[in-house]
């Protein structure tokens, strides 16, 4: 492979040399287990608990009892609402989005089967949510409300303080459920100045290692296990803890938490400067999601008349990773159901890519692909049988100029 | 990422025969914008009937630009009419063969090259009239549809949709695709003569080549309901494996491709 540009941090990331250092004790040095008598578990116990201090802070929760700890983002909120919805039973109202992650969206619509009936909230062309029909929506049967924080594919913020204000406002029995696995590491969290039960967040999305997540729950909120066993993480999740990933974990939010300055202004001037520049070369492309209200490190493309899993196998080549919520890519043949939802045209539906950055790329690999990214899509166009929709598209963008 | 073998990653990095012929014989198209796949084919065809040139434009993944690519170099120097009995399998084999998820590609250059060879004849394309069509975002027919269920032995929508995309954009047509995939599967007693031409046919297209290769040979004797009585010839009739032959592989090529209740005996001079 020729040197690698990764431009698909919304995927996944790189651990940051710093927290593989961290961890590295914890493999062959201090392996005790945190729930054993003798004194060499009970200081393993001890960087557990930090790294819960660690991601409380991070999550701006009131104590950092109401961390627990999980396997992954999907674990995380799979606990949120089959824990939720089991440790309360009867009400069989639930209200999400239409763009929520599939972790979320494929257990309601396993709940469907089971008898709950969900409405989603719909989101308008820019991508952000139409909250218009969210209060009437919510009533004395609603048993859970979910909302992402960021979206994954187009980086979209949803106002989810907004939405569980409303809801509680309506149903103070409701409860409100976050993923904020995007969101973490490239916005503040502040989960304790809103009316949000329970709010999800994945390590390996910020630089920690693969195989560990947190579930945010409020004090107070009941939740059932899914994983039954001992008694770590309170009766919550069973199973001893990972702790070499938590230690990283709980430094990757540290590190994360220093550096929300650092993704907020220079990140997102490398988006800005990536998305620029690929409008301005490229007459076929499109801005999916041109919101002020999106994290900076995500831009979504529409490339118009082109198939999106062809420009990444073409990126691919040239050692430049992206992603594309297209038809074709990762075993679905359906196009994107964020991008549909939010009404993308056909023209630039199959043709979208999202590149994702990171407080690891350069300015200099942004101009590497801006340069070679519009030849790329130049010979992809000429193979395009839609010469005369392009030869107007770039007819039209001339007189623009 | 799929898998994909060197000769797809060939075709679509560097596709062959990319672009349109202004003066083509024959143009054929397949797919549409709002599939996600779509592929124009041009032939020119001199006046013995030879294809002298093929080019195409094609919007899709990877695996569609190969097969379209690799469909042009297939054509090229054939005969239109010995074009026409290209057919899809034979499209992904020469690409060393496509994930099941991508066999969809190699359908629409099939169907591309088809619909090239009717207008170099001047046959209306056919539009399905009096055909049902079942799912209108790919254009699919009852007929086709029926006949790649049977043709893959299709259980689920979800296997018919990697083939044929039937039913993967909008998605109205599931619950028809749905009951076509019951129909077809519907097991109808057969009659015995109808299993008997079946059994036989198996046996000397399949199972007998197979054991001739072994110096060995098998005939049919006769059939009784789900008994299939058979007789081993040649080296078989001798050999200690024989009654492993005969369940292993002889009533289980049966049981896969008739019905699962067959039973193999074997009957003896």
């Known amino acids: 492979m020729t040197n690698i540009i990764y431009l698909d941090n919304n995927a996944t990331t ?69 824990g939720v919805l089991e440790a309360k039973k009867g ?140 008694h770590q993480e309170k009766g919550k999740r069973a199973g001893t803890e990972a702790v070499p990933s938590l230690v990283g974990f709980g430094y990757a939010a540290q590190l994360a938490q220093e550096n929300l300055e650092y993704e907020a202004t220079e ?10 520049n690929i409008i301005k070369s490229v007459y076929n492309a499109r801005i999916n999601t041109n919101t002020d209200f999106r994290v900076p490190n995500t831009t979504n493309i529409g490339f118009q008349f ?46 979208s890519i999202r590149f994702s950055l990171s407080r690891f790329n350069t300015m200099k690999e942004i101009d590497e692909v801006s340069s070679v990214l519009p030849k790329v899509i130049e010979k992809l166009n000429n193979i395009s049988p839609f010469q005369k929709e392009l030869k107007d598209l770039r007819a039209k963008s001339l007189i623009v100029r | 990422m799929w898998d994909y073998t060197d000769k797809v990653k060939e075709h679509f990095t560097k596709p062959k025969n990319v672009g349109m012929i202004e003066d083509a014989d024959a143009v054929g198209e397949a797919g549409s914008l709002v599939c996600g796949d779509m592929l124009k084919l041009y032939l020119k065809v001199d006046k013995n009937g030879i294809i002298t040139d093929a080019k195409f434009q094609t919007f899709g993944c990877g695996s569609a630009v190969a097969s379209s690519s690799i469909l042009t170099e297939m054509v090229i120097g054939k005969h239109i009419d010995e074009a026409k009995n290209i057919t899809n399998k034979q499209i992904a084999d020469a690409l060393g063969g496509l994930p099941p998820e991508k066999m969809h590609c190699s359908v629409m250059g099939h169907e591309a090259l088809e619909n090239a060879i009717a207008d170099y004849y001047g046959i209306e394309i056919k ?36 083939i044929t995309q039937a039913g993967s954009a909008c998605g109205q047509c599931i619950s028809e695709l749905g009951k076509l995939i019951d129909k ?12 008997i031409i079946k059994v036989n046919e198996l046996i000397e297209n399949h199972i007998a080549r197979e054991l001739q290769k072994d110096g060995g040979d098998i005939e049919l004797v006769d059939i009784d309901g789900f008994n299939v009585m058979v007789r081993l010839k040649g080296s ?14 002889v009533e289980a090529t049966l049981k896969e491709n008739i019905d699962n209740r067959i039973e193999v005996i074997q009957v003896n001079d």
């Not at chain 1, 913020?157 to 569980?164: Q, R, S």
């Not at chain 1, 990140?267 to 620029?276: G, I, P, S, Y």
């Not at chain 1, 594309?324 to 939010?342: D, I, M, Y």
Request: hydrophobic residues 40%; proline residues 3%; contains cysteine.
């Open chain 2, 236 to 249: 078989c009739s001798m050999c200690n494996s024989a009654k492993l032959t005969l369940k292993n592989f």
């Open chain 2, 127 to 162: 539009p399905h009239e009096e055909e049902k069509i079942v799912c209108k975002c790919f254009h699919l027919s009852e007929e086709e549809i029926v006949n790649v269920i049977k043709k893959h032995n299709i259980k689920t929508i979800e296997e018919l949709s990697k």
């Open chain 1, 267 to 276: 990140v997102k001037k490398m988006r800005d400067a990536l998305e620029q």
């Open chain 1, 14 to 82: 790189k651990v940051d040399e710093r927290v593989a250092e961290k961890m590295l004790p914890y493999f062959c040095k201090y392996y005790g287990n945190p729930s054993s008598m003798h004194d060499f578990g009970g200081n393993v116990k001890h960087a557990v608990d930090e790294a819960r201090a660690q991601i409380a802070e991070f999550m701006g929760a009131n104590t950092e009892r109401e961390i627990i700890f999980t396997g992954s983002g999907s674990e995380s909120a799979n606990l949120a609402v089959k």
């Open chain 1, 91 to 230: 009400r069989k109202h639930i209200i999400t989005t239409r763009v929520e992650h599939a972790c979320v969206l494929n257990q309601y619509k396993l709940l469907e089967k089971e008898g709950y009936v969900v409405d989603y909230i719909d989101v308008l062309p820019s991508g952000e949510l139409d909250l218009s029909k969210l209060e009437s929506m919510v009533n004395d049967d609603t048993a859970l409300v979910s909302c992402m924080m960021a979206n994954n594919e187009t980086g979209v913020i949803f106002p989810v303080d907004k939405v569980a204000q409303i809801v509680k406002k309506k149903n103070h029995r409701t409860k409100v459920f976050v993923d904020a696995v995007q969101a973490a590491g490239k916005i503040k969290l502040d989960v304790k100045n809103t009316e949000i039960d329970m709010m999800s967040i994945s390590g390996h999305k910020f630089h920690a290692p693969k195989g560990v997540g947190a579930l945010y729950i409020k004090a107070g909120t009941l939740i059932s296990p899914l994983i039954i066993g001992g």
């Open chain 2, 184 to 195: 077809v599967n519907e097991k109808k007693p057969m009659s015995k003569v109808q299993m």
């Open chain 1, 306 to 351: 082109i198939e999106g899993e062809l420009i990444l196998l073409h990126l691919s080549e040239l050692g430049i990773c992206a992603s594309s919520g297209s038809a074709c890519t990762s075993g679905s043949l359906e196009p994107s159901h964020v991008l549909k939802a939010q009404g993308i045209p056909f023209s630039a539906l199959h043709g």
